[in-house]
């Protein structure tokens, strides 16, 4: 219990990692699948957006040419891919899961408490932020967890992974922020692949099984 | 010359009584020029509740006493609290001590269970409905009030509302803090919720199955609804100026018991809370009704937030 | 040099199949196959002085073995797929088949040479994709849900491996600094310094992510689907490189965390994941009905005693883990080819439907029976030397109960697997049923040379490995171990 504040930088980096973890809760409680793609579009940007910030703070030019591209990849690539086979599949609208939004979030909430506890506790030291940014960005990692078991759609699976490596990636700006720009480049364009593969395997799946859903794949057993 | 502590404190329970009912005749004139009408007068419900006082007051069949003693006892409350938060100062003032700030929301729950038994009470359809639907909107967001209170607590180390006023007005990066932002944003979503308005009930309707607060006092008439309508509108600007002064604006208070700090802060008081209101009445027409079985989707959101604002704090430090 | 041409010749040749037509198309692959086993081979006599260096390639000892491993199943299955894809099938078809073996076959060779643990998790990352869409590329239904849960595990679980990844390189910040380039070579020689607390959880994020795709349990649940509705060739890939690649990143995080943070955490846990994984394996095995997922859960159990070997921390132990690798490749590149043809020949994977297949194929079914038996570790095949040294490390370092476990449930394992070889291969076909149909007749002539090419080297291995090869290992070991490499 703090009653001395963080400083100001702090405080800010620390709401807007809070403001992602806040998306992706926001994510396990949408109904619709457009709304999920969108969301996830709005929390890339908020990701890029806290890059863009310590760029600003530490001065480093690296972070502004690592934001754009972000924005440029997780905020308007990789919807646009996902919302494409969203419109070409049809019928489908909303997301089917194993659980009610209430459940979920509940559940999803304990992951959370859970994360942030974890944080406090491995004693992992990280200088110059507030743990609340990595703890929250381990909230985020796990919460996508949460949102890809309790989903049992394809595009909703999809969503979480792609949410799960906004976490990662809010974490290694707090944790690695030194990190060359190369390898965070490298990243990126291999999540890129990975969305193009995730686009060619939904349409598959969507030619098969002519749905969606998930719910009915329990061929492989045993 | 300065006023004495008391009299200063007489002060703030007057500006709460006085200028309420203004405050709710600005958001519906703000209301309805959003809305390209002309709207009603600003002093409207002065001249709403001196007709009321005229009327003669009825009472059901088979209604008890606490009927009638329910809007005085809720009023009471309702003249209490502005004892206990910062109104009009930034220091302490005499009987400011008398409850913390647990024990302000506890004489506001007071207040929502007299008019809730009195509902009740009348053995009428639509206020039973009333009666139950706000106690247990009222049950789901108590957790939210507290976990917001709990946040207020650990930032600031006291559970007095004066010090923690002071604690949060210290510094910029207070109020930046996440813990801090969070919690506000909860109890803004709580304060929709406790003064009924969109997105959680029409604040103007008269469709009866559509209301959870407005058809507690269906039944009441005269006086007493006069002494009730009153009471809301002073419930709606005392969590206002909770929000305002102890999260979002706590500045222009005054420092000293002179009469000029004091006036200046008497009105910044109201301006603000108008602003509040502009802010609520803008929200009131973005947005639809929700359905009554998702209004608890509605409070789950505002408890996430507040749960997301104590762990913040209290695991991470922020 | 070799290097450079290695690493880059499966990518373009599996670029070259998408233009070429089909018939050339097989001819490079087998060449680009040939190829890169050939010069993994002649990188064994340089690796075993210092490594190699090339830019942001490096090729020590430990990366060769693994290499070697890779380039002799992409060398197999090439030669395997020529036969595999049938000539009437389309050239679309067939050239996205060739083009995804080829860019796979490189990912894997790629993977032990990159000198950095960013750019590892970037290959790795590259084979799951590669890999998932090969095993969809059937487009059967099956197949497609295989393929959607393999690859959404699988990259949840390189997301948990790129989070370990930060956090390493949080830990090596305090001792190269804010902004350093995470070379092996770097964090390999860092040593004690490195920030204990980051460097355990990296450890314990590692094994979990890395294990996701090295098919440990209780994340292994993508392995037999994945492995089974792939076509043979992809599947031997799978089971035979892309498990040992992803083993292979597990052991560099060994290598680099075992001196900060203690070689006792670090081997509870790998024997943790590796008794686990044994356990599901073994338990399975015994009542498998599917040819394919009866392999797929013998790669688990294979993966369970690398983690085992690794666990068990003696040198002998460790040097039977490479070995075992080497094998591992081979033997179930084999296992799997033979279970191609066999399910090729009776049109189906169903272990109920096959029998008389000494009768069947005169070729395959012994083959298989020794594949299978390779498989169990019978001597001489290799496997039985690899896994007699893990078990004689484990017996003189390790904890004893964990290796008396471990040998009741590999012969538990054995149990499973015998009974199918037999079954399938000894019992005659009741005449009647669509098995006692069939004419004595091989599919392809193409098939058989890589099973009967990697029986060969598993007798050798068995008997007695080639000098050079075992200086490799001993050199890899003692890298492993700690020592300057």
């Given at each position: 219990m703090q009653v001395v504040a963080p400083s100001a930088v702090n405080a800010v980096a620390s709401t807007i990692a809070i403001l992602v973890l806040l998306v992706e809760f926001g994510m396990l409680r949408a109904g619709l699948l457009r709304s999920q793609v969108r969301l996830y579009a709005v929390q890339s940007l908020i990701a890029s957006l806290l890059a863009a910030f310590l760029g600003v703070v530490h001065q480093e030019f690296e972070l502004f040419i690592l934001a754009g591209l972000s924005i440029a990849l997780k905020t308007v690539v990789v919807p646009l891919v996902v919302l494409r086979l969203v419109r070409q599949s049809g019928t489908a609208v909303t997301v089917s899961g194993s659980l009610k939004p209430a459940g979920a979030a509940l559940i999803a909430l304990c992951v959370a408490a859970f994360s942030f506890f974890a944080v406090g506790r491995s004693g992992l030291k990280v200088d110059g932020l507030s743990p609340t940014v990595l703890g929250s960005a381990v909230a985020i990692i796990a919460v996508a967890f949460v949102l890809m078991v309790v989903r049992s759609d394809v595009v909703s699976q999809a969503v979480g992974f792609f949410s799960l490596e906004n976490g990662v990636s809010v974490a290694s700006l707090v944790v690695a922020a030194g990190m060359p720009l190369i390898l965070e480049v490298a990243f990126l364009f291999d999540l890129l692949v990975a969305v193009v593969v995730f686009g060619v395997l939904m349409r598959v799946h969507h030619d098969q099984h002519d749905t969606l859903s998930t719910a009915r794949l329990t061929d492989l057993r045993g | 010359?300065?006023?004495?502590?008391?009299?200063?404190?007489?002060?703030?329970?007057?500006?709460?009584?006085?200028?309420?009912?203004?405050?709710?005749?600005?958001?519906?004139?703000?209301?309805?020029?959003?809305?390209?009408?002309?709207?009603?007068?600003?002093?409207?419900?002065?001249?709403?509740?001196?007709?009321?006082?005229?009327?003669?007051?009825?009472?059901?069949?088979?209604?008890?006493?606490?009927?009638?003693?329910?809007?005085?006892?809720?009023?009471?409350?309702?003249?209490?609290?502005?004892?206990?938060?910062?109104?009009?100062?930034?220091?302490?003032?005499?009987?400011?001590?008398?409850?913390?700030?647990?024990?302000?929301?506890?004489?506001?729950?007071?207040?929502?269970?007299?008019?809730?038994?009195?509902?009740?009470?009348?053995?009428?359809?639509?206020?039973?409905?009333?009666?139950?639907?706000?106690?247990?909107?009222?049950?789901?967001?108590?957790?939210?009030?507290?976990?917001?209170?709990?946040?207020?607590?650990?930032?600031?180390?006291?559970?007095?509302?004066?010090?923690?006023?002071?604690?949060?007005?210290?510094?910029a990066s207070q109020v930046l803090r996440p813990a801090h932002l969070l919690a506000t944003a909860a109890l803004f979503m709580v304060i929709l919720v406790e003064t009924s308005r969109i997105p959680?009930?029409?604040?103007?309707?008269?469709?009866?199955?559509?209301?959870?607060?407005?058809?507690?006092?269906?039944?009441?008439?005269?006086?007493?609804?006069?002494?009730?309508?009153?009471?809301?509108?002073?419930?709606?600007?005392?969590?206002?100026?909770?929000?305002?002064?102890?999260?979002?604006?706590?500045?222009?208070?005054?420092?000293?018991?002179?009469?000029?700090?004091?006036l200046i802060a008497v009105v910044t008081l109201v301006l603000k809370c108008c602003a509040v209101g502009c802010l609520v009445t803008v929200i009131d027409n973005s947005f639809s009704k929700l359905r009554l079985f998702k209004i608890t989707e509605f409070v789950a959101a505002a408890f996430l937030v507040s749960v997301l604002a104590v762990l913040t704090i209290y695991l991470g430090g922020g | 040099m070799r290097l450079l041409l290695l690493v880059t010749i499966g990518g373009l040749v599996g670029l070259a199949c998408l233009v070429v037509p089909p018939r050339a198309a097989r001819v490079i692959t087998v060449g680009a196959g040939l190829a890169s086993l050939g010069l993994s081979v002649a990188l064994i006599p340089g690796a075993v002085g210092q490594p190699l260096r090339l830019g942001f390639l490096r090729a020590d000892a430990l990366s060769v073995v693994f290499v070697l491993a890779a380039g002799f199943v992409y060398a197999c299955a090439?030669?395997?797929?020529?036969?595999?894809?049938?000539?009437?099938?389309?050239?679309?078809?067939?050239?996205?088949?060739?083009?995804?073996?080829?860019?796979?076959?490189?990912?894997?060779?790629?993977?032990?040479?990159?000198?950095?643990?960013?750019?590892?998790?970037?290959?790795?990352?590259?084979?799951?994709?590669?890999?998932?869409?090969?095993?969809?590329?059937?487009?059967?239904?099956?197949?497609?849900?295989?393929?959607?849960?393999?690859?959404?595990?699988?990259?949840?679980?390189?997301?948990?491996?790129?989070?370990?990844?930060?956090?390493?390189?949080?830990?090596?910040?305090?001792?190269?600094?804010?902004?350093?380039?995470?070379?092996?070579?770097?964090?390999?020689?860092?040593?004690?310094?490195?920030?204990?607390?980051?460097?355990?959880?990296?450890?314990?994020?590692?094994?979990?992510?890395?294990?996701?795709?090295?098919?440990?349990?209780?994340?292994?649940?993508?392995?037999?689907?994945?492995?089974?509705?792939?076509?043979?060739?992809?599947?031997?890939?799978?089971?035979?490189?892309?498990?040992?690649?992803?083993?292979?990143?597990?052991?560099?995080?060994?290598?680099?965390?075992?001196?900060?943070?203690?070689?006792?955490?670090?081997?509870?846990?790998?024997i943790i994941f590796g008794l686990l994984s044994l356990l599901i394996a073994a338990f399975s095995l015994i009542t498998q009905q599917d040819l394919k997922r009866l392999l797929a859960y013998s790669s688990i159990e294979h993966m369970g005693i690398l983690c085992l070997g690794v666990g068990f921390g003696a040198p002998v132990a460790v040097a039977g883990v490479l070995l075992h690798v080497l094998v591992h490749a081979a033997a179930k590149g084999n296992a799997f080819f033979c279970a191609g043809i066999v399910m090729h020949k009776y049109g189906s994977k169903d272990i109920a439907t096959i029998r008389g297949g000494l009768d069947k194929l005169p070729w395959t079914a012994p083959l298989l029976v020794v594949s299978m038996l390779a498989l169990c570790a019978f001597p001489p095949f290799g496997m039985f030397r690899s896994e007699f040294m893990i078990v004689a490390g484990g017996l003189s370092r390790g904890p004893v109960p964990v290796v008396i476990v471990t040998v009741?449930?590999?012969?538990?394992?054995?149990?499973?697997?015998?009974?199918?070889?037999?079954?399938?291969?000894?019992?005659?076909?009741?005449?009647?049923?669509?098995?006692?149909?069939?004419?004595?007749?091989?599919?392809?002539?193409?098939?058989?040379?890589?099973?009967?090419?990697?029986?060969?080297?598993?007798?050798?291995?068995?008997?007695?490995p080639p000098a050079l090869l075992m200086n490799l290992l001993t050199q890899a070991v003692h890298e492993f171990a700690g020592g300057v490499g």
């Open positions: - | 010359m300065q006023f004495a502590p008391f009299v200063v404190q007489a002060f703030q329970v007057g500006t709460v009584v006085i200028f309420a009912p203004g405050v709710s005749g600005f958001i519906a004139k703000v209301e309805a020029r959003l809305q390209g009408r002309r709207g009603p007068r600003v002093l409207q419900p002065y001249y709403d509740l001196a007709k009321l006082f005229g009327k003669e007051s009825l009472a059901p069949h088979g209604a008890s006493a606490g009927f009638l003693i329910a809007p005085i006892v809720a009023f009471a409350c309702y003249l209490t609290v502005p004892l206990l938060i910062p109104v009009l100062t930034t220091y302490g003032l005499p009987l400011g001590t008398m409850g913390d700030i647990l024990g302000g929301s506890l004489i506001l729950a007071l207040a929502a269970f007299a008019v809730a038994v009195a509902a009740a009470d009348t053995g009428a359809p639509y206020t039973q409905m009333g009666s139950s639907r706000t106690t247990t909107f009222s049950a789901l967001t108590e957790p939210v009030m507290l976990f917001v209170i709990f946040t207020v607590g650990f930032l600031t180390g006291t559970d007095l509302p004066y010090k923690m006023a002071s604690t949060v007005t210290s510094s959680v009930e029409g604040h103007s309707s008269t469709n009866e199955f559509g209301m959870i607060e407005h058809a507690r006092t269906l039944e009441h008439s005269g006086p007493y609804a006069a002494l009730l309508a009153w009471g809301s509108a002073m419930k709606q600007m005392i969590l206002y100026i909770l929000l305002i002064n102890l999260f979002v604006a706590p500045w222009g208070l005054a420092t000293s018991g002179r009469p000029l700090p004091i | 090439a030669v395997y797929a020529t036969g595999y894809i049938s000539t009437s099938a389309p050239a679309g078809y067939q050239r996205r088949f060739l083009f995804g073996l080829n860019i796979f076959g490189w990912a894997l060779i790629c993977a032990p040479l990159v000198d950095g643990l960013a750019l590892l998790w970037v290959a790795i990352e590259v084979t799951t994709v590669v890999s998932a869409l090969m095993v969809a590329v059937d487009r059967t239904k099956p197949a497609a849900e295989a393929a959607w849960k393999y690859l959404l595990i699988a990259s949840a679980g390189l997301g948990i491996g790129l989070f370990a990844t930060i956090i390493i390189y949080h830990a090596g910040t305090s001792v190269y600094g804010l902004s350093y380039d995470l070379t092996l070579s770097q964090m390999i020689t860092a040593g004690p310094p490195l920030d204990p607390h980051a460097t355990r959880l990296a450890f314990v994020l590692a094994v979990l992510g890395y294990g996701t795709k090295v098919g440990l349990a209780p994340v292994h649940t993508w392995l037999p689907d994945a492995h089974t509705e792939a076509p043979t060739p992809i599947s031997a890939m799978l089971s035979g490189a892309l498990l040992a690649v992803s083993f292979y990143a597990v052991l560099r995080y060994v290598q680099i965390t075992q001196p900060s943070v203690g070689g006792t955490f670090v081997h509870i846990i790998l009741v449930l590999i012969t538990i394992a054995f149990v499973g697997l015998i009974r199918v070889a037999t079954t399938t291969m000894f019992v005659p076909a009741r005449p009647g049923t669509p098995a006692a149909a069939l004419d004595r007749a091989e599919p392809s002539r193409s098939m058989i040379i890589p099973i009967l090419a990697g029986t060969a080297v598993l007798i050798v291995l068995g008997l007695h």
